[in-house]
């Protein structure tokens, strides 16, 4: 599963959480949001922002390094970028 499609796996969810995470932490930029007057959102959920962030980058490289590695084994289609890297 992890050779044969890490765009629906790695590429795509990593993708949507460094969306996701960037646009919480530069809505939160300015300063604390009120969504109710019960319910506001500050620095925590701004640092919930940040690790999305970097755990979609992070599953974005593996998405990369394992499109990469599948590649030479013809899993994929595309064989010309293993001249590339």
């Known amino acids: 599963m992890l050779l044969y499609a890490p765009n629906w796996l790695f590429l795509l969810p990593g993708t949507a959480l460094v969306l996701t995470g960037l646009f919480l932490v ?33 599953i974005l490289s593996i998405g990369a390094f394992a499109k990469y590695s599948a590649m030479p084994s013809a899993l994929t289609g595309a064989r010309y970028l293993c001249d590339v890297f």
């Open 26 to 58: 530069f809505w939160l930029l300015p300063g604390p949001r009120q969504i109710s007057p019960h319910v506001g959102l500050d620095i925590h959920t701004m640092i919930f922002g940040v690790i999305f962030t970097l755990l979609g980058a992070q």
